[in-house]
């Protein structure tokens, strides 16, 4: 039985969201990326990725809720992203989203200027995702756009990189692929356009052999030594979500193989209180943040609730909804309430199964601790636990 509350933690985090961390008025130029609490920082970077998936959220909170009160949000989010995508027909990067804005509407930084693989994938997900959820021939048309440039630097290989000193060069890592890989397959079918399925079954072709025999994937720390914080846990759930979609898409049966790897593999690192725990004695290697006790809920958790979610609706196996719902109960439970004002109803970025406390960095090679016990982040982590608990709830009600 799915955690009956779900929808007031969704009510609740929704409710920090516009509460605390919109652009000036109500998120005209999007939604901060995340708080960093021992600094005392509100991040003043709007990443494309993260608007995307909260207004993916908004869009089916609609649905599941029967309530149109965050509407105007969700429009002033989309609205910002089509200006943020990059439309010059001059630009070489046309049809991409950058990594930031600084609120919203200026890059002051050279990193906010790279584009990334994994973040552009999400993106090119999220926007055919609400699309189906509801018509938005706006939202479609980037998505086009959006996978025109990225089918446009495909490498042979099937991978995804152009040495232009813009594309971000973590290509091999299969974040940077499965989610492109993903969404061309999605977009093909919505489209009826084979080229997006040629694209997406290459860069399948490439994914499927970072698969190793146990069912994991290859970490990209294990590949290109970079992502060094990002553990075993986050791009093995991922394959998940990844496998599942090419295995609906196609009906191959290669795609359900996999699936069924990498899924066993995911439920093998469920603890008994529902969380997935970041890697097992035999991964320690696989990357940096290895600490067995930890759950990870940046890069893992959520993501993890949204792949065995989509593996049980395309294969009906109840396991991988059982794993679902025992996620979500786990993540209910431990959602920030009484600790502060400022992230009360969010998701800290990592917390300890065994001592039951958020627990954890996210500071391995990485300066600006993108997890851990100090991040309270909008996208990635509350928005992907969100969207994952609106799925079981919508489920729910179907049935």
Not at 166 to 176: E, S
Not at 296 to 311: I, N, R, S
Not at 361 to 383: F, K, L, P
Request: proline share 3%; net charge negative; hydrophobic share 35%.
């Amino acid at each position: 039985m799915t955690h009956p509350s779900l929808l007031s933690n969704v009510e609740n985090c929704l409710r920090w969201i516009e509460t605390h961390m919109l652009t000036f008025q109500n998120g005209y130029n999007g939604v901060y990326e995340r708080i960093r609490i021992d600094e005392n920082v509100r991040v003043n970077w709007v990443r494309p990725d993260c608007n995307t998936e909260i207004a993916r959220v908004l869009t089916l909170y609609k649905q599941v809720a029967g309530n149109d009160r965050y509407e105007p949000l969700n429009e002033n989010i989309k609205s910002w992203l089509m200006r943020a995508q990059e439309l010059d027909d001059m630009s070489a990067w046309h049809g991409s989203f950058p990594f930031y804005l600084v609120d919203g509407y200026e890059t002051q930084s050279r990193s906010g200027y790279y584009v990334y693989q994994n973040d552009n994938g999400r993106i090119l997900l999220g926007l055919l995702h609400m699309h189906e959820l509801e018509p938005d021939e706006r939202l479609l048309r980037s998505a086009v756009k959006l996978a025109d440039y990225w089918v446009g630097i495909q490498r042979p290989e099937g991978y995804f990189y152009r040495n232009d000193g813009k594309t971000q060069p973590y290509y091999l890592g299969p974040d940077f692929v499965g989610w492109l890989a993903s969404g061309l397959l999605t977009l093909s079918r919505v489209t009826g356009d084979e080229k997006y399925k040629r694209a997406g079954l290459k860069a399948f072709d490439y994914y499927l052999s970072l698969q190793m025999e146990d069912g994991r994937m290859k970490t990209s720390y294990e590949l290109m030594k970079t992502e060094d914080w990002r553990p075993v846990s986050s791009e093995t759930a991922k394959a998940v979500y990844a496998f599942a979609v090419a295995y609906r898409e196609t009906g191959d049966p290669k795609f359900l193989a996999a699936l069924d790897k990498a899924g066993r593999y995911t439920l093998h690192l469920q603890h008994p209180s529902g969380g997935i725990l970041n890697n097992d004695a035999l991964t320690k290697d696989g990357a940096l943040q290895n600490n067995e006790q930890l759950c990870d809920l940046v890069y893992t958790q959520g993501f993890a609730l949204m792949a065995l979610f989509e593996a049980y609706k395309a294969t009906n196996n109840a396991e991988y909804l059982e794993g679902a719902e025992k996620l979500a109960a786990f993540l209910a439970s431990i959602q920030c309430s009484g600790e502060s004002p400022y992230w009360d109803g969010a998701w800290r970025g990592s917390y300890n199964a065994y001592t039951k406390q958020w627990d954890g960095r996210a500071n391995q090679n990485n300066h600006i601790d993108e997890g851990g016990m100090y991040s309270v982040y909008t996208g990635w982590c509350a928005s992907t636990i969100m969207y994952g608990m609106l799925l079981l709830l919508r489920e729910r009600q179907a049935q």
